[in-house]
C-alpha cells in the first residue's frame, strides 16, 4: 500500500481553492527575498513575542529576587528579636515594686521604674541597665544591655557610663563629708 505523499499549506491551500496560484508564487518569492536580504545584511529578525516573553520572565527573576531579600531580611529581625527577649529575659533583676522610683525618658516621655536603693545605685554607677521588653521595662547588667544594644540598640533606654571609684568603702573617715563643686586648687 503506497502512502499519500503530504502535501505542504501551500499546496493544500491551492488545491482547496482558497488562493490563486500567483498568489502562491508571490508569497514564496516575497519569503525568498525576504531570506535573502537577511543573510546579505546578517540582519536578524526580531520576534517581538519572545522578546516580551524574555522580558516578563527577567521582570519575574528580578521581583523574586526581591521578595525573597524582604522575607530574608524578616527573618533576620525576628531572629533578633527573639536573641533580645532570651537575654532579657535571662538576665532580669527583680524589680521592688515597694522601693524607691528611677526615672527614665522613653521617647520623650517620663517612665519610671520602682527598684531597690542598690539597684538604684548600680544602675546611676553603670553596673546594671534598664532595657525595654514589649510594653514592660527591665533591670539586666550592663553586660548585657551591651549584648542587647549590639542586636537592637531601641531596646536599651539606660546605660550609664561605668564610674569607677565612686564605691564608698565602710572604714573612710570622710565618707560623711562631700566635696563641693566649686572648690578651686
Request: net charge positive.
Amino acid at each position: 500500500m503506497m502512502s499519500k505523499p503530504k502535501l505542504s499549506l501551500q499546496d493544500q491551500l491551492l488545491k482547496s481553492g482558497l488562493v490563486s496560484s500567483a498568489q502562491a508564487k508571490s508569497a514564496k518569492s516575497d519569503k525568498l527575498k525576504q531570506a535573502r536580504q537577511q543573510q546579505k545584511n546578517n540582519l536578524v529578525v526580531v520576534d517581538e513575542a519572545k522578546e516580551l516573553a524574555l522580558k516578563a520572565q527577567a521582570e519575574k527573576v528580578e521581583r523574586d529576587r526581591e521578595l525573597n531579600q524582604l522575607k530574608k531580611q524578616q527573618e533576620e529581625q525576628k531572629q533578633i528579636a527573639a536573641q533580645v527577649k532570651q537575654l532579657i529575659e535571662s538576665n532580669r533583676q527583680a524589680k521592688d515594686p515597694d522601693g524607691v522610683a528611677y526615672n527614665f525618658n522613653d521617647s520623650n516621655k517620663m517612665k519610671t521604674l520602682y527598684v531597690s536603693e542598690a539597684m538604684r545605685r548600680q544602675i546611676i554607677n553603670g553596673r546594671l541597665a534598664i532595657v525595654k521588653l514589649g510594653q514592660s521595662y527591665e533591670v539586666v547588667p550592663a553586660e548585657a544591655a551591651a549584648k542587647i544594644s549590639l542586636r537592637d540598640p531601641a531596646c536599651v533606654m539606660v546605660s550609664n557610663e561605668a564610674v569607677a571609684g565612686t564605691e564608698v568603702s565602710g572604714d573612710d573617715p570622710y565618707a560623711a563629708y562631700q566635696i563641693p563643686d566649686d572648690l578651686m586648687w
